[in-house]
T-cell receptor, first 114, second 114 residues
């Protein structure tokens, strides 16, 4: 069965510093990988996704993620964060074998310190 | 890009009444729609998966007679919370996909049962 682990429930970081939010998954089949962001009191917004091709995926708002098959990871990075990046970030995985059902990580709260 | 419209965004209802939440894919055909519930400060909990024209598949622990899901067309799914009680108060989010190539989320519905 597929599972997704986001090791950090909270990540505090100073404004303009780089950040990495970690995501590891377990699956025996080819997967699709996603990062979503949820701003306070709002729905989810897709940041980026990996379906196939280049393992380095660029998304919106300056975020990028790298698919590492050998380490079964899909960590999210941003070189310089802003106060507006304060939000909850969710990693998710799906595959054709699971009828495209998204399996979610528990989420990581990104806290930007001024 | 793909857009999913979910409404209402907020609803307050009296205990014992029913509430219907709509989820529409505006510019693509949603072969599969998902309904999630999000408890405060927690990740999303998948409630059910529905494929157009078939009965929804409910996750373990979700009462199908209480949370009625209808996916009558490729662009519309509805979730009806029947005989709502205060413990049903939550944030409900729908998601739609066209064969798993991407997932688009609605903006969510904040249900408060008084």
């Amino acid at each position: 069965a597929q599972s997704v682990t986001q090791l950090d429930s909270q990540v505090p970081v100073f404004e303009e510093a780089p950040v990495e939010l970690r995501c590891n998954y377990s699956s025996s089949v080819s997967v699709y990988l996603f990062w979503y962001v949820q701003y306070p009191n709002q729905g989810l917004q897709l940041l980026l996704k990996y379906l196939s091709g280049s393992t380095l995926v660029k998304g919106i708002n300056g975020f990028e993620a790298e698919f590492n098959k050998s380490q079964t990871s899909f960590h999210l990075r941003k070189p310089s964060v802003h106060i507006s990046d304060t939000a909850e970030y969710f990693c998710a995985v799906s595959s054709m074998d699971s009828n495209y059902q998204l399996i979610w990580g528990a989420g990581t709260k990104l806290i930007i310190k001024p | 890009g793909a857009v999913v419209s979910q409404h209402p965004s907020r609803v307050i209802c009296k205990s014992g009444t029913s509430v219907k939440i709509e989820c529409r894919s505006l510019d693509f055909q949603a072969t599969t729609m998902f309904w999630y519930r999000q408890f405060p400060k927690q990740s999303l909990m998948l409630m059910a998966t529905s494929n157009e024209g078939s009965k929804a598949t409910y996750e373990q622990g979700v009462e199908k007679d209480k949370f009625l899901i209808n996916h009558a067309s490729l662009t519309l799914s509805t979730l009806t919370v029947t005989s709502a009680h205060p413990e049903d108060s939550s944030f409900y989010i729908c998601s739609a996909t066209d064969r798993g190539n991407g997932y688009t989320f609605g903006s969510g519905t904040r249900l408060t049962v008084v």
